[in-house]
Antibody, heavy 122, light 110 residues
Framework: QVQLQESGPGLVKPSGTVSLSCAVS?????????WSWVRQPPGKGLEWIGE???????NYNPSLKSRVTISVDKSKNQFSLRLSSVTAADTAVYYC???????????????WGQGTLVTVSS | QSVLTQPPSVSEAPRQRVTISCSGS????????VNWYQQLPGKPPKLLIY???LLPSGVSDRFSGSKSGTSASLAISGLQSEDEADYYC???????????FGGGTKLTVL
């Protein structure tokens, strides 16, 4: 059973950077799956942020692409999110998730972390 | 404004059947698979339907999915109070080269 666990600061100052990690257990980051970040502002819907494949390929939400970096630490079996120049609009619960399959177009989220709330405030 | 359009809310009585619609375009639903997720309050989303109409192991067969053209639907039969949740459709969008979600539909079991 694959498990994902997010970690990182819960409070970030405006213009700062959200930095989160997702530890993967019960499965390998090197498997034939994509690994993704999704966020959900309080009381609102889900927004896909981006994803990566262990070969180095990445896909990002065009609306966030200029501020987002997703990277991987294969030795620790974890991946990370950096979102820069944040504002209050970036306050959200951030989820990491596995996208089943090696073909991004055909993938779906089959495992999710519990989520971590990040608040952007001074 | 979400790329995929869902009704904000639906409601129905216990033991009845309800459907939730998801409308898109040729660049997403019309050309790619639709997946559905259930999100209970305070919990992460859970995969409910994948590849338009397939049920993951462990998901009740009271849930079913369908797709026609650029629209998809989720049907829930024999409604139970435990089905009260937010439901999201999702698909890959070829124009955006990324994943898109519907705005979510809140189901209330009366």
């Amino acid at each position: 059973q694959v498990q994902l666990q997010e970690s990182g600061p819960g409070l970030v100052k405006p213009s700062g950077t959200v930095s989160l990690s997702c530890a993967v257990s019960g499965g390998s980051i090197r498997s034939s799956n994509w690994w993704s970040w999704v966020r959900q502002p309080p009381g609102k819907g889900l927004e896909w942020i981006g994803e990566f494949y262990h070969s180095g390929s990445t896909n990002y939400n065009p609306s966030l692409k200029s501020r987002v970096t997703i990277s991987v630490d294969k030795s620790k079996n974890q991946f990370s999110l950096r979102l820069s120049s944040v504002t209050a609009a970036d306050t959200a619960v951030y989820y990491c998730a596995r996208v089943f399959g090696e073909i991004a177009v055909a993938g779906y989220f089959d495992y999710w972390g519990q989520g971590t709330l990040v608040t952007v405030s001074s | 404004q979400s790329v995929l359009t869902q009704p904000p809310s639906v409601s129905e009585a216990p033991r009845q059947r309800v459907t939730i619609s998801c409308s898109g375009s040729n660049s997403n639903i019309g050309n790619n698979a639709v997946n559905w997720y259930q999100q209970l309050p305070g919990k992460p989303p859970k995969l409910l339907i994948y590849y338009d109409d397939l049920l993951p192991s462990g998901v009740s067969d009271r849930f079913s999915g369908s797709k026609s053209g650029t629209s998809a639907s989720l049907a829930i039969s024999g409604l139970q109070s435990e089905d009260e949740a937010d439901y999201y459709c999702a698909a890959w969008d070829d124009s955006l080269n990324g994943r898109v979600f519907g705005g979510g539909t809140k189901l209330t079991v009366l």
